[in-house]
């Protein structure tokens, strides 16, 4: 991070600075090991699907697709869980923070930086991912449903903006980078597979109990609304690589992307503020 004062203008400071942290976040995720994690998955994925052309069973080739889907959640959710959580550390070892924070960078522009370089990053991970898978299945089972696709990599990228946030508030309330980046990740799986069963559960519960965990499923970014890959699995919405009409309602689209961005800006205004009351010394 130590290119990051140069990158910062004095036009339009604030903008310039938010752009100028999140493109060296950008660079500096492609030069470590995380684009090389991905070459590897991307070929996973590809030699997973390639192996459909062996099978005519639909059931085997939904489970492969499921199987790969699997692979591409998982594998986003470390790269954005372990990009963000050593952003705020990484700069405090390296020192570099402090020329930044004593006159060019606000503190609330270097964390919406940070965020949005994590953010973008995924963004163009997901874009690999879902591109290979979709290219290796469109050529094994000669459909496509694009407008699904789109759907589904959209809210994917609105749930890791959810998870980089929160990554970002944990590193700036944890102290090492490991353990932020653990209890953020099982945080975050113990969501997607329990988090939309909490008022179930709640139900069952009597008393002081039940009225704890409803207000849980209230509080907590239920992430697995997000998790839309049935919709690819099982080909809704393509036929023939047609567009067709069967794809995910747009008002339910919008309003958990309208969720996902409210979530995301609270979770950001969170950190800014622990972040604020922290005092940097040399």
């Known amino acids: ?91 405090r070892e390296s020192r570099t923070i402090y020329p930044l924070l004593a006159k060019p960078v606000g503190r609330g522009e270097f964390v919406a930086g940070k965020f949005l370089g994590c953010w973008v990053a995924c963004g163009i991970a997901l874009v690999g991912f879902y591109f290979f898978f979709g290219i290796m299945s469109a050529s094994r089972e000669h459909t496509l449903p694009f407008l699904v696709y789109f759907q589904a990599i959209w809210l994917h990228w609105m ?48 008393g002081f109990r039940g009225e704890v965990v409803y207000a849980l499923y209230y509080a907590i970014p239920h992430l697995e609304w997000y998790d839309v890959r049935d919709f690819i699995i099982h080909n809704w919405g393509g036929s023939g690589l047609r567009l067709v009409t069967h794809n995910i309602d747009w008002l339910v689209w919008v309003g958990a992307s309208i969720y996902a961005a409210l979530y995301t800006g609270m979770l950001l205004g969170c950190t800014w503020l622990v972040f604020q009351r922290r005092t940097m010394t040399l």
């Open 1 to 91: 991070m130590s290119s990051s004062t140069s990158w910062v203008t004095s036009r339009n400071p604030d903008a310039n600075n938010i752009f100028a942290i999140a493109g060296v976040v950008v660079k500096e995720m492609y030069r470590r090991k995380d684009f090389y994690v991905l070459l590897v998955l991307i070929v996973l994925i590809t030699l997973m699907l390639g192996s459909v052309s062996f099978f005519d069973d639909d059931r085997i080739v939904r489970y492969l697709k499921d199987a790969c889907l699997l692979l591409i959640w998982l594998s986003s959710l470390v790269i954005a869980i372990t990009t963000a959580a050593r952003q705020i550390p990484a700069e």
């Open 159 to 206: 749930c890791l903006g959810i998870v980089v946030a929160l990554v970002l508030l944990g590193s700036v309330v944890f102290a090492a980078p490991s353990s932020n980046a653990t209890i953020c990740f099982i945080v975050v799986l113990g969501i997607m597979f329990a988090g939309g069963h909490l008022n179930t559960l709640a139900l069952q519960m009597r």
